[in-house]
């Protein structure tokens, strides 16, 4: 799923307070404002409305997809890539600090739970987009098996919770190039031992989201 000539991932169905609108977070770096996404058999799917990764005094990796289906969903996938099950979000956040375990979900990878908070609050430069990227979490695969794929971007980075449910930390953002790693399937694809994250506790408290519960 993404804008044409990318492949990322939608993440969290949020409402956005500041416009009113039911939206879908995802990465910043994926597609600029206005662009249009697409799912894996060409439908469409939303289009970013706003971009906080092209503001000239600092750089935040989060971008909002206008969905109105977005307030039916309530829910992340879960599992390998070929699975269609879900957990249900809590309206709780996750404040990721060093040592915490979570999981991640992209298109791409499936679901990854062997990740663990090694740093926080960096500020990262990725040169895919010339750009810094600011208030990342670095995460590190301590499994046999890379944390994050090319594809992943803008998937949910969540803390699962015993009761089957999910409680949103951040949404994945990029690798740090040293860790290049294989994927855990047979693929071309670039996968790496470490992912960045853009903490959900941040944009939340800047931009007043609140995570769609479902209908």
Same mark, same amino acid.
Not at 25 to 43: E, I, N, P
Not at 135 to 141: A, D, E, F
């Given at each position: 799923?993404?804008?044409?000539?990318?492949?990322?991932?939608?993440?969290?169905?949020?409402?956005?307070?500041?416009?009113?609108?039911?939206?879908?977070?995802?990465?910043?770096?994926?597609?600029?404002?206005?662009?249009?996404?697409?799912?894996?058999?060409?439908?469409?799917?939303?289009?970013?409305?706003?971009?906080?990764?092209?503001?000239?005094? #600092?750089?935040?990796?989060?971008?909002?997809?206008?969905?109105?289906?977005?307030?039916?969903?309530?829910?992340?996938?879960?599992?390998?890539?070929?699975?269609?099950?879900?957990?249900?979000?809590?309206?709780?956040?996750?404040?990721?600090?060093?040592?915490?375990?979570?999981?991640? %979900?992209?298109?791409?990878?499936?679901?990854?739970?062997?990740?663990?908070?090694? #740093?926080?609050?960096?500020?990262?430069?990725?040169? %895919?987009?010339?750009?810094?990227?600011?208030?990342?979490?670095?995460?590190? %695969?301590?499994?046999?098996?890379?944390?994050?794929?090319?594809?992943?971007?803008?998937?949910?980075?969540?803390?699962?919770?015993?009761?089957?449910?999910?409680?949103?930390?951040?949404?994945?953002?990029?690798?740090?190039?040293?860790?290049?790693?294989?994927?855990?399937?047979?693929?071309?694809?670039?996968?790496?031992?470490?992912?960045?994250?853009?903490?959900?506790?941040?944009?939340?408290?800047?931009?007043?989201?609140?995570?769609?519960?479902?209908?």
């Amino acid at each position: 799923m993404g804008p044409s000539g990318n492949q990322c991932t939608a993440g969290v169905p949020v409402y956005d307070n500041a416009t009113g609108k039911h939206a879908v977070l995802t990465a910043g770096h994926c597609g600029g404002t206005w662009t249009a996404w697409k799912d894996g058999v060409g439908f469409g799917y939303g289009s970013v409305y706003a971009n906080l990764s092209s503001q000239t005094t #600092a750089s935040y990796d989060y971008a909002f997809l206008s969905n109105s289906n977005a307030i039916n969903i309530g829910a992340i996938y879960r599992g390998r890539t070929w699975e269609t099950r879900t957990s249900r979000m809590t309206p709780q956040r996750v404040n990721a600090g060093l040592g915490m375990r979570l999981c991640a %979900s992209g298109s791409f990878s499936g679901e990854v739970c062997e990740l663990g908070v090694v #740093a926080v609050n960096q500020n990262v430069y990725y040169a %895919s987009t010339d750009t810094w990227y600011n208030n990342l979490t670095q995460l590190s %695969s301590f499994g046999a098996y890379a944390g994050w794929g090319v594809g992943d971007s803008g998937g949910p980075v969540f803390f699962a919770n015993s009761d089957g449910s999910a409680s949103i930390a951040g949404i994945s953002s990029g690798q740090r190039e040293s860790t290049l790693t294989p994927c855990r399937e047979a693929t071309n694809r670039k996968c790496y031992k470490d992912l960045f994250m853009a903490p959900f506790g941040f944009i939340q408290d800047t931009g007043g989201l609140v995570v769609s519960q479902g209908m």
